[in-house]
Nanobody
Framework: VQLAESGGGLVQPGGSLRLSCAVS????????MSWYRQGPGKERELVAGIGSTGGITNSADSVKGRFTISRDNAKNTVYLQMNSLKPEDTAVYYC????????WGQGTQVTVSS
């Protein structure tokens, strides 16, 4: 199973980015998908998660109202739409797939800075 994140980059405070995570080698629709992040000097933390059919989602309090997780099972892809970005959102963002076993992506850097 391989997870490939994309969409990271440098953005100004208040800006937006959309991260994508394409999954291959697995029956994507069976997997619970999540986004985690790890900021400089911080522990990895859960950002948001979404159920296998997309009907159930959850997100960390720090991103509620700003970040939205979604998935397209036809494209084997999960997304993280990030709006109103803040400098404290700067981190490496990781995609995580779980169903019987768990898998991590390699991460994509998001830097929020003026």
């Amino acid at each position: 199973v391989q997870l490939a994140e994309s969409g990271g980059g440098l953005v100004q405070p208040g800006g937006s980015l959309r991260l994508s995570c394409a999954v291959s080698g697995a029956t994507f629709s069976r997997y619970y998908m999540s986004w985690y992040r790890q900021g400089p000097g911080k522990e990895r933390e859960l950002v948001a998660g979404i159920g296998s059919t997309g009907g159930i989602t959850n997100s960390a309090d720090s991103v509620k109202g700003r970040f939205t997780i979604s998935r397209d099972n036809a494209k084997n892809t999960v997304y993280l739409q990030m709006n109103s970005l803040k400098p404290e959102d700067t981190a490496v963002y990781y995609c995580y797939a779980s169903y019987l076993r768990a898998y991590w992506g390699q991460g994509t850097q998001v830097t929020v800075s003026s």
